[in-house]
């Protein structure tokens, strides 16, 4: 208790340069949790960007590719599913609720999306949510269309606004559906998911707006009005993906095996949640540099707070001496001085992770609303108490190579008058 008074004492007497020493390794703390809650956030809000739905249908393809353009809205089917293969796995009796998803078009290089209002009430994310309508409603009449919260701030529309959809992905496209455009009738709610990215039609809209089309084409001299083809039978002859639920969940895997084995068509169904964690298994190499980043900064931190001691240890030479000279033994001289480090990094912990907790009560609603991600504000993980301990460690140990340098300086060294 002797020591840690001292060093008290002596810390109080330098306390700018201390105190500086103990923000550096507070904020560097504080980055080195805060990386681990995005990482953490991150992961959960990427494994969450689909819940409550059992199975995703879609053409004979790897499980990567129908998650990344059935959910992601990247990349394009290998092939459609017909209609009739819809049919017959909504009539199955396992089968509690399917949505039909239809991709092809987009609107300023935003993907548009053909659906019904089943996906609004039944595709759910982080834990079971439901989509909210910041404005509007969904969508009631032939060309209404619902669009995301990204869509409708890039592009400044509101309720009632005219939307025309292009022919193809890019983000730029020479080819649109000019005689059949669409109004706004609903904005979404933020949700962190590709649904802010998406424009979503009725998927007799994607049917209307091809009635009079032929290989990714218009036919030549012919043309149907808008009002014309409200008259017409507008039943799609083939979708790209579907989503399922299921009554029970005991009944997935007999249901995945029924319609990977389909007769009528190759077809490939998948369970999301499995699909994700695969997809994050690809990309998690981007976890790793997070984390070696700020592990490096709090190194970083520590190299400073030695250099800071051994810097003002020639100031402390004749400290040390009367220390010394008043029966010190040299352990006591080590013992403060790592002490000192042990201190700084103490209090250094302590203050990041204040700031860290502070930061995210502060943040958390912010970062909700504009990026998605939701950051849980939850005590530190078991393996984040190892590191912090290590971390008052590795300051403690730190601490003893200055520590060790006064331990060798000689009282008579001390007591010299240097000119």
């Known amino acids: 208790m002797m020591i840690v008074r001292l060093a008290l004492q002596s810390l109080f007497n330098r306390w700018v340069t201390a105190l500086l020493t103990v923000l550096a390794i507070a904020f560097s703390v504080m980055l080195l949790l805060g990386v681990e809650k995005v990482r953490t956030g991150a992961r959960q809000s990427f494994a969450d960007t689909i819940s409550g739905t059992d199975l995703i249908v879609g053409a004979r393809s790897g499980s990567l590719n129908l998650l ?3 959910v992601f809205r990247i990349g394009n089917a290998t092939n459609n599913v017909t209609w009739k293969s819809y049919q017959d796995i909504a009539k199955r009796p396992e089968v509690s609720w399917i949505v039909p998803l239809s991709l092809g078009d987009s609107h300023h290089g935003f993907r548009v999306l053909g659906t019904n209002t089943d996906y609004f009430t039944h595709y759910k994310f982080r834990h079971g949510q439901s989509m909210q309508f910041a404005s509007g409603g969904p969508f009631a009449d032939l060309f209404d269309a619902v669009i995301g919260a990204d869509v409708a701030t890039a592009l400044g529309y509101k309720v009632g606004d005219k939307i025309i959809v292009a022919h193809g992905v890019g983000s730029i496209s020479f ?5 059949k455009p669409f109004r706004v009738s609903g904005i979404l709610e933020k949700t962190g998911t590709p ?17 009079d089309w032929q290989n990714g084409a218009p036919i030549p001299g012919q043309s149907i009005s808008a009002d014309e083809v409200r008259k017409m039978d507008l039943t799609p002859t083939a979708i790209t993906a579907a989503m399922v639920g299921l009554k029970s969940k005991l009944a997935t895997f007999k249901i995945q095996r029924a319609i990977n084995n389909y007769q009528e068509e190759p077809l490939s169904a998948i369970m999301p949640g499995v699909a994700l964690q695969e997809l994050w298994g690809l990309i998690s190499t981007a976890e790793t540099a997070l984390s070696a980043v700020s592990a490096m900064v709090v190194v970083t931190a520590l190299l400073g707070m030695v250099t800071m001691i051994l810097t003002t240890l020639n100031e402390r030479r004749r400290e040390m001496a009367i220390l010394r000279s008043v029966g010190a033994t040299p352990a006591t001289v080590l013992g403060l001085l790592a002490a000192e480090g042990g201190l700084l990094t103490l209090a250094g ?8 907790y502070a930061g995210l009560y502060l943040a958390r609603p912010y970062i909700d609303h504009t990026y998605g991600l939701s950051l849980a504000i939850d005590p530190p993980r078991a393996d984040e108490w ?14 003893l190579l200055p520590a060790i340098r006064a331990y060798r300086l000689s009282l008579a060294d001390g007591m010299t008058v240097r000119t």
């Open 68 to 70: 990344l353009y059935s």
């Open 175 to 179: 080819i649109k559906h000019e005689d």
């Open 195 to 211: 649904v802010d990215r998406t424009v979503h039609v009725s998927l007799k809209a994607i049917e209307a707006i091809h009635i």
């Open 349 to 356: 912990v302590i203050a990041g992770t204040i700031f860290l």
């Open 386 to 399: 190892i590191k912090l301990a290590m971390i008052v460690a590795a300051g403690f140990i730190a601490g």
